[in-house]
């Protein structure tokens, strides 16, 4: 690996390792020697496993939710890039029509240059202008988080090939009678000016009034009916009054025909089973043309469709004297004629919900307009069975449910948008004879008339129309014959936010089973949680809570980030992100850190011929060495099976607390000690040392790439290590390479484990100086081989000067110690003048009824044959082995018990 970094690089990594941690003195370079060696690409030899990357809105800044996404795919790329798999994670950006359309428009707009003033060509001039500059910004940002996506196959919602797909998918529906157009009611932006699908509204509760409005009968102007409305300032375009049929109070009012308040329009009562007879007072004012279940009310019973509402948001003539006035200004307007008219019953105070747009924040006006559709319930079908037939599953699984759920109550989707920025859809209307012409190609006539006086439909794309397609459009489809599609597709996981399962990942799976002849586009959907503020708020600019992660990169280093973001997620589950984390992150990466110099310049005599393999005979290796590498084999194990169920979380900390827990905190202090002891062979703990070390860097890689690159080539280069590739490239370590796991070493060096820490409690809990050497006594019978060959390290470890090791035959008096009594024997530590040995009885007794109860629980399991024979023959003896430890545990209190009371 030395060679394959440049002399630059060398000199700069050299410079960086000599110092304390500071990221930023090499991340950047360490990412350049990975993008410029083209280790990004699907260079290996396995299986295909690919990711798309779901593309940011070109809306520019990225946050924490998007570095969640990176460092989630990031670890599950390189985890099988090290697993030998041919691995490409596709990156690219969507076009985010509404939201880039709005932004430069707002430009334009400071700059007094009205968008239509302007001319549609030249506006999209000044949008690509922006987007050249946007996704610069994003592939610098993505870059910066360790993303080690393929950038040379990078794309684009609006590049040439995934327009070609958006081009064909449109003409094939249509073709297959699945794309229409038609009136409907719409989810219209009056801000915006343009249709939204009704996965971009988002609902708030808000306090508002619910108008009780009295209709006089026609034959009988002394007789009304009252209904009740949230919205007044639509009365002048109501077109009928609808009870329930069997609503009691109203059967003989229906057929009968009443004064609509305001304009005098006459309308009938009619009866429809959909009316809530519960709801105000169990009439409702029926307005199609401005509300989705009257217009579905409307439909069924052939009334008339008065839009009394412009694309402004103004009343127009239907409103009468109201007309050009705002909707919203006008409800106090009409409420107060109303009133005046003495036909307002009453006005109550409600909790209802407010329809909002999510891009522009304004309140959504329903109207009935001609839009483009997908009939989407054929599409939902097969979508639903893939789901479920396991053919693609959701992790967590319980979204499965959500996503059925939702697919099966779908409604069309609105398709058309009245902007001009995004993908123009392929429709022309010939002037001549009215020909509707849909075609891939641009058509320059008219095929029925043969007039060249056509001209295309004005609208544009749902930004998800292009980004439903994302899965194969990116691969090269609608080219068949393109490798990349016929090599990666279908992916293996799509990782997303829980938040836009609908917007997205049903659109993804619908698409793609119709344009790839049945073949879902993932086996998995991975959906993460929220990234949410230190209260639990959603990050929002209005709030003024969103973080930017590049700043938090700068201050911490992208490691520490990554490391906070992961450890804190679990599939489906929210989290919040607090400094606090990010510095815990950047703690455990400093304990790398100062880990690695530890190792280097205590084995700086020591030559490593592989860091991936331990070449020393398992016959010359110390307890603390089996025990480390058989907990190795473990972790490695778990690492495999964890990350295998995408529980990336869970298996970051079991690595994180491998290290800090075992390596860390135990065997690096026992190898200082075996390497002043001249006794022992150093060689043998160095290379377990520099073994183990780099087997934690490797597992810790996909989750840490920066500072394990680091770390790995100091390791190569100061052991001299020939023939080793980059970490990045470089195998997973899996345990076929590894020490057979050896159960009874764990075992000895955990109950070593439990003195030294009980010796150590013991001399806090009664202030012992840390620095003080104490004599200390061990009793033991089963365990005192055992003990004596771990003499130096308990000795060391716990202070313990002189070290005594006794059997239960040994003369010694406790009235004088503090004691403790585990299963590998008892501790005796005399304090004489810090110690009271009544309360030191008490303690063993209350120790020896506590063990009691617990050998009884474990009898009553062992002695139950249902138990014995239905129960995992490990759980059976991992029982046993506590029964049997309880027992020893139980003997040494007694012999403590003895000693203390003189009766031995």
């Known amino acids: 690996m030395v ?47 690919t990711i798309i990357m779901p593309p940011p809105n070109l809306t520019g800044e990225l946050h924490l939710g998007h570095a969640l996404t990176v460092a989630i795919e990031d670890s599950l790329i390189r985890w099988n890039r090290m697993m030998g798999k041919k691995t490409l994670w596709l990156p690219g950006v969507d076009h985010a029509a509404i939201a880039v359309n709005a932004i430069v428009e707002k430009k334009l707009n400071a700059d007094g240059i009205d968008r239509k003033a302007l001319g549609r060509e030249k506006f999209l001039k000044k949008i690509w202008e922006f987007v050249g500059d946007s996704r610069e910004r994003i592939a610098a940002q993505h870059r910066r988080l360790g993303a080690s996506a393929d950038w040379k196959r ?61 209709y006089s009968l026609v034959d009988n102007p002394n007789q009304y009916i009252t209904i009740a409305t949230t919205r007044p300032e639509t009365i002048p375009a109501d077109t009928a009054i609808a009870v329930h049929p069997d609503d009691q109070r109203y059967k003989e009012l229906i057929g009968k025909r009443v004064l609509v308040p305001i304009v005098n329009r006459e309308v009938e009562i009619i009866a429809d089973e959909v009316i809530d007879q519960n709801l105000g007072t169990g009439a409702l004012k029926v307005t199609p043309g401005h509300d989705q279940l009257d217009f ?160 295309q439909d004005e ?59 049945g073949i879902p586009p993932f086996k998995y959907v991975y959906l993460h949680g929220l990234v949410r503020a230190k209260d639990g708020s959603k990050m929002s600019k209005s709030k003024n809570n969103v973080v930017d992660p590049i700043k938090l990169v700068e201050e911490f280093g992208t490691d520490a980030l990554r490391f ?14 607090t400094e606090e984390k990010i510095i815990a992150g950047r703690n455990f990466a400093n304990k790398l850190w100062n880990a690695k110099r530890f190792v280097l310049s205590s084995t700086s005599d020591t030559d490593i011929h592989s860091l991936s393999q331990l070449n020393i005979e398992s016959d010359v290796l110390q307890l603390e060495d089996k025990w480390i590498l058989s907990k190795l084999n473990i972790l490695v194990d778990d690492t495999h099976r964890l990350m295998s169920k995408f529980e990336i979380s869970e298996a970051l900390v079991l690595i994180r607390d491998f290290f800090w827990d075992d390596f860390a905190d135990w065997y690096i202090e026992i190898a200082k000690i075996r390497n002043q002891d001249n006794q022992h062979n150093s060689l043998v703990t160095n290379n377990v040392l ?33 023939n080793c590739d980059p970490l990045i490239i470089s195998s997973y370590p899996d345990t076929s390479s590894m020490i057979i796991s050896d159960i009874n070493a764990e075992k000895d060096f955990e109950s070593i484990k439990d003195l030294i820490i009980n010796i150590r409690n013991i001399r806090s809990e009664n202030k ?37 090791t006794l059997n239960s035959k040994g003369e010694l008096s406790l009235d004088e110690c503090a004691t403790a009594s585990l299963p590998v024997g008892l501790i005796a530590i005399p304090l004489k003048e810090l110690i009271n040995p009544g309360e030191e009885i008490i303690k063993i007794k209350l120790e020896i009824e506590k063990t009691n109860n617990g050998i009884e629980r474990l009898n009553d399991l062992l002695s139950n044959t249902e138990f014995i024979n239905k129960a995992p023959k490990n759980v059976v003896a991992s029982n046993q082995k506590k029964m049997d430890d ?16 003189n009766k031995k």
């Open 3 to 49: 060679n394959k970094f440049d002399k630059e690089i060398v000199s700069l990594l050299h410079k960086a390792s000599n110092s304390a941690y500071d990221p930023a003195s090499f991340e950047k370079v360490v990412y350049n020697f990975w993008e410029s060696n083209d280790y990004f690409e699907p260079t290996g030899s396995g299986e295909p496993f």
């Open 154 to 214: 990078e794309k684009f919602t609006m590049d040439e090939g995934p327009a070609l797909a958006v081009r064909k998918t449109f003409v094939d529906l249509y073709n297959d009678g699945l794309i229409y157009r038609g009136e409907r009611i719409v989810n219209w932006d009056t801000s915006s000016q343009t249709v939204v699908s009704d996965l971009e509204v988002e609902y708030l509760e808000e306090e508002g009034n619910f108008w009780y409005v009295r």
């Open 296 to 455: 579905e009310i409307g439909e069924r019973h052939s009334l008339e469709v008065l839009s009394m509402i412009n694309l402004d948001g103004t009343l127009n003539d239907i409103a009468g004297d109201y007309a050009g006035i705002d909707r919203l200004e006008a409800r106090q307007l009409i409420v107060g004629e109303l009133e005046n008219l003495g036909i307002i019953e009453k006005t109550e105070l409600i909790e209802h919900s407010l329809s909002i747009s999510q891009r522009t924040g304004s309140v959504i006006e329903p109207l009935v307009s001609k839009q483009w559709f997908v009939n989407i319930k054929p599409l939902a079908l097969n979508a639903i069975k893939v789901v479920e037939n396991k053919q693609i599953q959701f992790v967590p699984e319980r979204f499965e449910k959500t996503y059925i759920h939702w697919m099966k109550n779908i409604r069309d989707w609105t398709i058309s948008r009245q902007i001009w920025w995004g993908h123009r859809i392929p429709v022309w209307y010939c002037d001549q004879c009215s020909k509707e012409i849909v075609a891939f190609n641009d058509p320059d006539s008219c095929p029925d008339c043969e007039s060249s006086h056509i001209f």
């Open 459 to 517: 609208d544009t794309l749902d930004t998800w129309f292009s980004s439903g397609l994302w899965p194969h459009s990116t691969l090269g489809w609608p080219n068949q014959e393109d490798d990349d599609l016929n090599k990666f597709y279908p992916t293996q996981v799509m990782e997303t936010g829980y938040d836009i399962i609908f917007f997205w990942v049903a659109r993804m799976i619908m698409l793609s089973i119709y344009n790839m002849d």
């Open 564 to 577: 906070s973001l992961l450890a804190g997620s679990t599939p489906g589950n929210d989290q919040r992100i």
């Open 690 to 722: 520099v073994y183990t070390f780099s087997t934690v860097i490797q597992l810790l890689h996909p989750f840490m790439p920066f500072i394990t690159e680091v770390i790995w080539h100091d390791l190569i280069e100061q052991k001299n290590v020939k």
């Open 768 to 804: 012992v100086e840390a620095s003080k050497w104490q004599e200390t006594t061990i009793i033991s019978d089963s365990s005192l081989d055992l003990i004596n060959s771990m003499d130096l390290i308990i000795s060391k470890m716990g202070r313990c000067e002189p070290l005594i």
């Open 886 to 901: 309880l027992s020893e545990q139980l003997n040494n209190l007694h012999n403590a018990l003895q000693r203390f009371t």
